[in-house]
Every structure is written in structure tokens, then in C-alpha cells.
């Protein structure tokens, strides 16, 4: 049996950001059920580093996450983790209340530099927007394209750099808890641990019943993306992200095509997903209804997954009934932008059980991520 301070169970962005924060505190192993790392969610996204977007828990996150993205540990990355982009939310004509509300919060936002615009002002940053069909827009300048690749792969070779093992193909079967560790029964051979790092994405409330312990409820959602190409003769690659204020949709610019998704949320059991042609139709008339943009041949198509709990923040800490099972899970579509503070988060919380400084200053707290938080788990 192969003995170790962790286990991270799942190699998804979560599991390898967590493992590496762990990894500065003791020798980590990494089990991951697929023949690849981040299979399911994390190599089928398109990732924009925004701080305007959702709980201010999760904004305080992203906003954490900055300085790693900006300035990451030597050797972490041969090419920039953050690309110039640019994110435009647009409000459609049946919006008119929506945008009023967020253009107001807008203005008291502390974590995102926000700026009004009028129809005419978006369509100058995209020609192909449709005037007549906006009441107006908010553009966040700084907003940032991801190279997720570039990000997850820096976790996983910065984990083996310090001693850390990482199994793919490894799905977990038994979980047994004695004599102070973790009994960790996986195809590829047992491992022990005194604490386990469920990191298991969708599949997280299966590894807890596993352990013998109750679930949270987390729902998995699958999300499907588009990619065309856009319309002759016009060049893209510097228009920002576009982004429905309501969140019906998004366009993004992707090496010289459009990437685009409906925002779709379809419940599903946690498995390999792959896109619906209705959700694909869905997205190209969304789009239609508010762009000029002719959309004739669809060059790629793919669903990823993404989990949420009931209040939709994500689940950090030991779970109260079981010693040494550390949840961390529920991240939904913001797991990438938020991964370099939620893994210090993770390591803080499993070695010395209190918050980082800089984090508690932001408004993170344990409280509000514990899984204790659930009381009447399903």
C-alpha cells in the first residue's frame, strides 16, 4: 500500500491546483478515474478571467486569484496563463430592467472596473452587433482570456516537481477510514492517507457515498459550445468577449473563429456528455436575435460539465461527520478563474483549519463554504 499525507481524489483543475498547494505540506498522490486529467469539465472549457461575474464570495475568489495568474511560481508556465480580451455584457430590449439593476450595482462594484455603455458604443467594440435589439452594455476592459491547458498542466508538473504522484485510470472503489487514514481501494493498487481531498467533480457525491458518508445534492449541468467561423473578410480576434447579461448566451473570439454557447444548464447524470442539436440550434438563435452574424457552418461542437450545490458557492473544508474527508467541490463555471485562491484555501483549511489573511480581508469565510452548511443533506 502506497502511503501519503493527501490523496486528491480527481485531476480535474480543482484536484491539480489543491494538490499543489498541498504538495508545499507533504507528500500528495492524485487518483484520477479517467485515461486523462481534467477530461470531463476542465479540458472542454473556454475560460475568461472576469471579476464582474457572480457571488461576491466567488468574485473575491477570482479577484485573489489575480496575482498567481498575472505573476505565476518560476517554472510554472512557458506562455502567459491571461491574454488580453475584454468582456462585454449586453442587455437585449427585454432586459431594460435587468441592466438598470446591474448597471446600478456596476457602479458599487469593488472588485470589477466596470463602464456603462450605449448600444451604439458596443457596436463600435463589435461591428456585428445589432443596435436596435440592445437597451445598452457593461465592458470590463480588463477581463482575460485563460490558457486553461497552460494552467492545469503547471499544477500537475508543479506537483511532480515537489514528489507528488498523480494516477490516471484509477477509479476508486473502496473507502475506508481506521487507525487514523484513509483506506483508498483504486484499480491501479490501495493508498493511504490521513486525509482525503474529494475533488471529484460531478462525481463527488458518489465518492462520498462511497466513504459511507451523505451527499450534498450537487447537480451536474451540462454546457455546450460552438465554434464557427465568422463572417468573410472580417477580423475578430480583437473584439472582446460577448457575454448576455442575463446569461442566455456568450460569443468569444478563438484563434480567428467564434466560440459560442447557448449557457445551456441541462441536468444529467454525471458522464461522458456530448452536445444536443437542439442546444447547438439554440445557440445560433440566440445569437441571431441580437447580431448580424451569419452563422452557416458549424466547424466544431462538444458539452462539458459543470456541478453546482443548492446555493451555487463552492464546498470547501472537512465534512463534520467523518475525520479527514475534505470536500472540495461545487465550483460550476468558475472553478479555472477562482483555482489559484480556492487550492490556498483547500491547503490553508486542511493543515492549520483557518482562512488566509488576504482571503478573510475579501470576505471569505469558512462559514459560508463549509459543507456544515448543509444541514438536511440529501
Known sequence: MERYDFAVIGAGIAG????????????????????????????????????????????????????????PPE??????????????????????????EASSRALLCRFAALRCMTPQQAAALVPVLRQSALVGALYEPDGMDIDVHALHQG??????????????????????????HWRIVTNRGEFSAPIVVNAAGAWADQIARIAG??????????????????????YVDRWPAVI?????????????????????????????????????????ERINTVTDLPVTHIRAKWAGLRSFVADRLPVVGFDPE?????????????GIKTAPALSRLCASLAVDKSVPRDLERLGVSQSALSPSRFKGRT
Open 16 to 71: 491539480a491546483s489543491a494538490a499543489f498547494a498541498l504538495s508545499e505540506h507533504g507528500r500528495v498522490v492524485v487518483l484520477e478515474r479517467e485515461k486523462h486529467a481534467g477530461y470531463h469539465s476542465t479540458g472542454r472549457s473556454a475560460a475568461l478571467y472576469t471579476k464582474a461575474l457572480g457571488h461576491p464570495i466567488v468574485r473575491a475568489l477570482t479577484l485573489a486569484s489575480g496575482e498567481f495568474f498575472s505573476d
Open 75 to 100: 517554472g510554472f508556465t512557458e506562455t502567459p496563463l491571461l491574454k488580453a480580451r475584454g468582456v462585454l455584457f449586453i442587455a437585449s430590449l427585454d432586459q431594460a430592467a435587468l441592466f438598470e
Open 155 to 180: 499544477f500537475l508538473r508543479g506537483l511532480k516537481r515537489r514528489g507528488g504522484a498523480v494516477f490516471t485510470e484509477a477509479k476508486v472503489a473502496e473507502l475506508h477510514f481506521g487507525s487514523g
Open 213 to 234: 458518508l451523505r451527499p450534498l445534492g450537487l447537480r451536474a449541468l451540462r454546457r455546450t459550445i460552438v465554434v464557427f467561423d465568422p463572417p468573410n473578410g472580417v
Open 244 to 284: 448576455n447579461i442575463g446569461e442566455r448566451f456568450y460569443f468569444k473570439p478563438d484563434a480567428g473563429k467564434l466560440l459560442a454557447s447557448p449557457a445551456d444548464e441541462t441536468p444529467t447524470e454525471p458522464c461522458d456528455v456530448f452536445p444536443d442539436e437542439i442546444d447547438v440550434a439554440q445557440a445560433v
Open 322 to 334: 467523518a475525520e479527514g474527508f475534505f470536500w472540495l467541490a461545487g465550483q460550476g463555471g468558475f
